[in-house]
């Protein structure tokens, strides 16, 4: 290892004020970078300089700015498998998602390079004569992006290029424990020519970055904050914002509901089960929380489930394997505090539980050394439980029952979370019920939890976020407001409601 990262604004290497280093965690003795973390101070300055980068970003063409967008894609692709490596080692994400996260910022910018000659306004009729009404979209100005770690290029994506191809600069904090794939991301958007202090990068922790951001908004130096991360975290941004009378695109965690229907076919939800809960080891903010089955099929839905668990495989995320360790060391620490949340009435159907070791394998598998933990299977939660109630960052799934499809609706609402949901079943009424009742902002069919497309429209109600959306053409209006012209041509004054010509029914008028 010989990575030293710091924070970049307006094409400089920024102060550091302490050092934060990112461990690989399925080798926890390698140290993928050291990192220069950025105060407050640092993040508010950034948000100045981006200001000043703005104004002229905006003025070009965004046909032009479009072409940097393409750019940005292509260099992408061209360092996909390096950018797709660096990933697996700093978070431990399975290689062959790794690669397809890296591939869905190609399918992000190949979306929005389109973008720049299609971010239409409208010409609108007026209700008076020789006067004309014009709509724009102009970009907000500058964006504090605030990205967990997760998907540490993927999800940055879906905020950096329309921000940046709407004419927008942008400020990026990621997360620390995945600073040194951000910071990789960083240098191939910059290689595609974006002007100095249009793509700012600023390494902190959580606490200097809220009083760095709550220093900028007070300066009037950012206009849009987007942020990733937990419903806690949200609602704090959230009131921020709402502070200085600004909408923050929230997208949070999420108790991704999956229902199983008598009807479903139950290999195929068993598949879609296992990969929604355990895939990246059940450490998406789409990943499932509760499968609600049908108590005809209860016990051998479960029985197919817990055998799959049993015989996945979990190791090295360099192979080809189910998943590999937990994000970083405070991750595991939480999970297992999700793992005493397992009461006397639950029964853990899937095995061993908590870290993989030596005393504690998994199969042949013996941890090596990493923040490897055994998937668990919870089956009998119930509605007042935390572990069906709360959201579970890692590799646990609780299962309950149900008799009606109404009953399971009510269930899977109830944690009052709204991101992603599922439904396995064979019926199309089964279907549009359920989709006209859940509240969640996606909805899959015969599929997984997990799973977002670029052009598709991603986001959650409730605690899972405050109805923004990401991706496909509506994250446009998160980085656009709207602007209303009207152009009176007429050489007079013209009163809108006022000196509107008016024409007479004989509204007493009945055929005989």
């Known amino acids: 290892m010989n990575r030293q990262i710091v924070s970049v604004v307006g094409g400089k290497d920024a102060a550091t004020a302490d050092t934060y280093e990112s461990i690989n965690p399925a080798r926890t003795t390698e140290v993928v970078a050291r990192v220069g973390l950025a105060d407050a101070a640092t993040f508010a300055a950034a948000c100045r300089t981006a200001k000043e980068a703005q104004r002229e970003w905006a003025k070009v063409p965004a046909p032009v700015r479009g072409r940097v967008i393409a750019s940005i894609g292509r260099l992408v692709e061209a360092n996909a498998e390096s950018l797709a490596r660096l990933v697996t080692e700093e978070i431990g994400k399975p290689y062959a998602e790794a690669l397809g996260e890296v591939r869905e910022i190609v399918d992000t910018c190949d979306f929005f390079l389109g973008e720049g000659r299609r971010l239409y306004g409208q010409t609108v009729p007026s209700e008076m004569p020789d006067k004309n009404l014009f709509t724009f979209r102009n970009p907000v100005g500058v964006a504090a992006v605030v990205t967990a770690g997760n998907f540490p290029v993927a999800v940055p994506s879906w905020y950096l290029v329309p921000a940046l191809l709407c004419g927008n600069a942008v400020v990026w904090k990621p997360a620390e424990y995945a600073a040194a794939s951000a910071h990789a991301m960083f240098r191939l958007f910059v290689a595609a020519g974006l002007p100095d202090g249009v793509l700012n990068i600023v390494f902190a922790d959580g ?12 300066e009037g130096s950012v206009q849009k904050v987007g942020f990733t991360g937990s419903s806690e975290v949200g609602r ?11 909408s923050a695109c929230l997208e949070l965690g ?30 998406r903010c789409t990943s499932l929380g509760t499968v609600i089955v049908h108590e005809s ?17 979990i190791g090295d995320p360099r192979q080809d394997v189910l998943a590999g360790p937990l994000l970083a060391e405070k991750f595991a620490e939480r999970y297992e505090e999700y793992l005493t949340w397992i009461q006397p009435h639950h029964k853990v159907v899937s095995g061993n539980i908590g870290k993989i070791t030596k005393e504690n394998p998994h199969g042949d598998f013996d941890g090596d050394q990493g923040l490897y ?12 439980d935390r572990l069906f109630l709360e959201e579970t960052f890692g590799p646990i799934v609780g299962v309950t029952t149900f008799r009606t499809l109404d009953e399971a609706i009510e269930l899977a609402n109830l944690p009052g979370y709204g991101l ?13 019920r359920f989709r006209e009742g859940i509240s969640a902002g996606m909805v899959s069919v015969n599929n997984s939890t997990s799973g977002a497309e670029a052009h598709l429209p991603f986001g959650g109600n409730g605690k899972s976020g405050n109805g923004s959306r990401q991706s496909g053409m509506w994250v446009l209006d998160q980085f656009t407001r709207w602007q209303a012209m009207n152009w009176d041509h007429s050489g007079r004054l013209q009163k809108a409601q006022m000196d509107v010509a008016d024409i007479t029914p004989d509204l007493e008028f009945r055929l005989p």
């Open 236 to 246: 704090k941004v959230g009131e921020l914002t709402g502070r200085h009378l600004q």
């Open 207 to 218: 606490a200097e970055t809220f009083r760095g951001l709550e220093l900028a908004l007070e």
């Open 420 to 432: 992603s949901s599922s439904i396995y079943t064979t019926d199309p009424k089964h279907v549009f």
């Open 297 to 313: 099929v209860h016990d051998e839905f479960v029985e197919r489930f817990a055998r799959a668990v049993r015989e996945s495989r």
């Open 373 to 384: 933990y055994h998937p668990v299977i919870v089956d009998g939660v119930r509605p007042t």
């Open 254 to 283: 999420g108790k991704n509901p999956m229902v199983v229907m008598p009807d479903a076919e139950l290999d195929l939800a068993v598949e879609g089960a296992l990969f929604a809960g355990f895939g990246t080891a059940g450490q």
